[in-house]
């Protein structure tokens, strides 16, 4: 059973237990030289939020088995900010880098020039490819979640699009190093091909346990929001069937031809103007009358407001 890391753990202890932490707090924003403090001063200092961090702290450290989506308390947008650093980290810092090095481990080799052509051609393709995977997400998928934290929700976009279309990145590592052990064509030892070797299989893992997060950790994060998101407006928007007008959306109506602003029936009434945007929305769809002019028609034939209290905005 691993060790459960909490805010009061020493940051050293957790490098030390696993070195490949080291990956995951450098995403989040967090340099070396911790001397003895814990997660929570380290933290707390670089203004990360100790919960997210330790969510995926112990959820990697547990290889996966932890269920650190059920934690209430993380915050979404710092794990968007953890992600984004990972997909800089590969496609500016860990891709390039294997690229030099493959370029020299097979320049230093005795194999034939089409063979280099094509492992580079081959590199260069699954790099585009993680390219257009991590775009995505950053383009796409993170500022539709954070517009949903923000409470309003593009309504041509779910979550589920993404769940269902997400794929793995790091399988195509596994054919290149299966290439190379097995087929490349070298006379004698070749420890830069070595190296790349490990640092393939090194990527290989590390992609592995970034997907795991956005599939787990992420994805049912996001689930959740979205659920909320529905209630809240299910609240607020009167049921379909139902398509008579509620007494409170009689209400303001009235105040909508009587020429009041979203604020000011906000303020009369005691309710946020979000509230009573979402009310005339329901007004609109109910009575298929998009205009003030026609909802003041409306409102004097059904006999909901006089003349008289609109004669100060129709004169
Ligand atoms: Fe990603
Ligand atoms: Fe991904």
Redesign the pocket.
């Known amino acids: 059973m691993h060790t459960v890391f909490t805010s009061s753990s020493k940051m050293n202890d957790l490098i030390r237990e696993d070195a490949s932490l080291l990956l995951t707090i450098t995403r989040f924003g967090l340099a070396l030289g911790f001397g003895d403090k814990t997660v929570h001063e380290v933290c707390r200092e670089k203004g990360v939020d100790v919960a997210t961090f330790l969510a995926v702290v112990n959820y990697i450290y547990s290889d996966f088995k932890s269920n650190p989506a059920q934690n209430g308390t993380i915050s979404i947008s710092d794990l968007i900010t953890y ?1 984004k650093n ?2 800089s980290f590969f496609l500016d810092f860990k891709l390039p880098l294997i690229r030099k090095k493959l370029i020299e481990a097979i320049d230093d080799s005795m194999s034939e020039d089409p063979y280099k052509n094509m492992i580079l051609k081959f590199f260069d393709e699954y790099e585009q490819e993680v390219r257009k ?2 775009d995505y ?1 950053n383009e796409t998928v993170f500022p539709y979640v954070l517009q949903l934290c923000e409470g309003s929700k593009n309504p041509e976009y779910n979550i589920a699009i993404f769940e269902q279309n997400h794929e793995n990145i790091e399988s195509k590592l596994s054919d290149l190093r299966n290439i190379l052990v097995k087929y490349f064509p070298s006379q004698q030892p070749n420890f830069l091909l070595n190296e790349v070797l490990f640092d393939l299989s090194d990527c290989e893992l590390d992609l592995d346990r ?2 795991k997060v ?1 599939d787990h950790l992420f994805v049912p994060m996001t689930e959740r929001l979205e659920k909320k998101h529905t209630m809240v407006r299910q609240e607020i928007v009167a049921p379909e069937k139902n398509e008579s007008l509620t007494d409170r959306e009689i209400e303001i109506l009235t105040c909508v031809v009587k020429g009041m602003t979203n604020k000011e029936i906000a303020q009369q009434l005691f309710v946020s103007t979000h509230t009573v945007i979402s009310h005339r929305r329901n007004i609109t769809r109910k009575l298929e009358i998009h205009s003030t002019a026609g909802l003041t028609i409306y409102a004097i034939v059904n006999k909901l407001i006089s003349i008289d209290d609109i004669k100060a905005v129709i004169e």
């Open positions: 992600l990972a997909h995977h991590m997400e970034h997907t956005e």
